[in-house]
């Protein structure tokens, strides 16, 4: 059996990035061109072209590798194991205290050193 793994080939992707630059360009002078008009079209307008960048970005050699680090992310966030809330309340209580009692201690140092400071200088 001869299985032969073909490599995606990526055309035209400086004419695709340049079709995003212009798009997101052509948005953003149009928001500005048409605020007097509802700000309901306008987002709607940024919604449809926002759509219409990451369709033409994701065909592109960068925006596949984006989306299979997002895929992967995502594995892997799925994979994480949570602490169950008595953990997490333990662990936070736990900082809480290791917070105050170094605070408590660089506190008394400040001040003792400061106490000597006050001796010597006079």
Known sequence: MNATTEEKQYRLDS????????????????NHYFSEESLLY????WIF???????????TKK??????LMHGAYNEACRV???????????TLMVVAVVL??????????????WIASMVIG
Do not use: H
Not at 42 to 45: C, D, G, K, P, T
Not at 63 to 68: E, K, M, Q
Not at 81 to 87: A, F, G, I, Y
């Open 49 to 59: 072209i926002a759509v219409c960048v990451a369709f033409i970005g994701s065909k």
């Open 63 to 68: 925006g596949d590798s984006l989306i299979a």
């Open 101 to 114: 009692i170094m605070s408590l201690i660089l506190w008394g140092l400040d001040t003792f050193f400061g």
């Open 42 to 45: 306008r987002a709607v307008a």
């Open 15 to 30: 004419l695709k990035w340049s079709i995003v630059v212009s798009l997101t360009a052509g948005a953003i002078y149009g």
């Open 81 to 91: 194991v949570w602490p169950t809330r008595q953990e997490r309340n333990q662990t």
